[in-house]
């Protein structure tokens, strides 16, 4: 890897994160994550679990087709 390969991937990651943290004020907004069916919530006394299977799939499934978009070779 060279310099110029180097100053690339620190430019695209500095314009994810600028990106990220435009949009998490509004992503907190989004009512419907973490609250799919599926998603297993347990509360017993003063214990809680929580395990967003459905959420981790919906996100995993959105995040590979955008990357199978972007990255195409």
Same mark, same amino acid.
């Given at each position: 890897? +060279? ?42 006394? +003063? ?20 990357? +199978? ?5």
């Amino acid at each position: 890897m +060279n310099v110029s390969e180097a100053a690339r991937i620190i430019i695209i990651l500095g314009a994810v994160l600028i990106a990220l943290g435009v949009m998490l004020p509004y992503v907190a907004k989004l009512d419907f994550f973490g609250k799919l069916p599926g998603d297993i919530k347990i509360e017993k006394g +003063n214990f809680s679990l929580y395990f967003p299977i459905a959420t981790c799939i919906v996100l995993s499934i959105l995040l590979t087709l955008l990357g +199978n978009l972007f990255f195409r070779k």
